[in-house]
């Protein structure tokens, strides 16, 4: 199978959202990225809420599309479950709001911050050295970041800073995930 329209999928995604989020950080009036969650930006004002929303929705539903091209085209089974899951938390966190809806969005989050970092481990046996090790370490960041957010041991960056220790690997890892998938000579070995 091509790997390469997965690839598109899960680069397009993750670069928009890395994009529109900055883009509603930005508009957001006293936002703080150490002091604000992610998630905040889902119930400020608009436009930032709205870019946030639509944005985050995206990324998951790209991934979600990019996993079932690889599920088809024989991507190992518990990666594709794996990244499945991210983006079905990275749906949930755009469509449960933190405030209307806490428990779904709290499992939509730990889905999406979860299975993200996870992913990133994961993929490391679909991945050639170096960048099977750069997964796993990726993965691994964010996982023990998560631990940190989740103890709220902060570390001095705040709560938002630590919660952007949790996601900036896994974007990272969805960067670099994706050109690895669109590179010819790795298709092979991709998947």
């Known amino acids: 199978m091509n790997s390469k329209l997965p690839g598109k999928l899960i680069i397009f995604g993750v670069l928009q959202f890395a994009f529109l989020m900055l883009i509603a950080e ?4 006293g936002y703080s990225v150490a002091r604000n969650y992610i998630s905040d930006l889902g119930v400020g004002p608009e436009p930032s809420r709205a870019i946030f929303t639509i944005s985050i929705i995206f990324f998951g539903a790209s991934l979600l599309i990019a996993t079932y091209l690889l599920w088809k085209g024989g991507s190992d089974k518990i990666f594709s479950v794996v990244l499945a899951l991210a983006g079905i938390g990275l749906i949930g966190v755009g469509l449960f709001n933190e405030i209307d809806h806490t428990p779904l ?6 889905l999406a911050f979860g299975f993200g970092g996870i992913a990133a ?3 490391s ?5 170096p960048f099977s090790y750069v997964s796993i370490f990726l993965g691994l960041m964010s996982l023990i970041a998560l631990v940190l957010l989740l103890t709220r041991k902060y570390l001095d960056l705040g ?3 630590m919660e952007r220790m949790v996601a900036y690997p896994i974007i990272f890892w969805a960067i670099g995930f994706s050109a690895y998938l ?3 000579a790795e298709q092979e070995s991709a998947l």
Do not use: D, Q
Request: charged share 10%.
């Open 159 to 161: 709560a938002g800073g």
């Open 105 to 110: 969005h709290i499992l939509s989050a730990l």
């Open 121 to 123: 481990v994961s993929s």
């Open 182 to 184: 669109m590179h010819p």
């Open 125 to 129: 046996r679909l991945s050639k050295p």
């Open 26 to 29: 930005f508009i957001y009036p």
